[in-house]
Nanobody
Framework: VTLIESGGRSVPAGGSLQLSCQAP????????MGWFRQAPGKEREFVAI?????????TYADSVKARFTISRDNAKNAVYLQMNNLKPEDTAVYYC???????????????????WGRGTQVAVSS
């Protein structure tokens, strides 16, 4: 599955962004979809995940809870990450990922996802 992220850019602290992840020509309804991020010099970290099919279940990292919202539109083969009240520590490359596991845990590792996009850069200035 090819995943293409978009929507990253530079914003001031307190601003909002919506990231998009598209899977051209592929159905993603059978995948749990996640967002990860990687800041310079740091490991890739979990941000959010949405369950497969109707996406009724979501899980967020504590650092983004109540600020970020993950959603999906299977008709468009797309997943979104709405980011509000952005902070400088949110600065990172954001990656979209597709996997087969969603079990309600509070944390997921990159190894649990099978397909990845190339990322989109988000920079938040103070």
């Amino acid at each position: 599955v090819t995943l293409i992220e978009s929507g990253g850019r530079s914003v001031p602290a307190g601003g909002s962004l919506q990231l998009s992840c598209q899977a051209p020509g592929r159905t993603i309804s059978g995948y749990a979809m996640g967002w990860f991020r990687q800041a310079p010099g740091k490991e890739r970290e979990f941000v959010a995940i949405i369950s497969r099919s109707d996406g009724t279940s979501t899980t967020y990292a504590d650092s983004v809870k109540a600020r970020f919202t993950i959603s999906r539109d299977n008709a468009k083969n797309a997943v979104y990450l709405q980011m509000n009240n952005l902070k400088p520590e949110d600065t990172a490359v954001y990656y979209c990922a597709a996997g087969s596991i969603y079990d309600g845990r509070t944390y997921y590792t990159p190894a649990e996802f099978d397909h990845w996009g190339r990322g989109t850069q988000v920079a938040v200035s103070s």
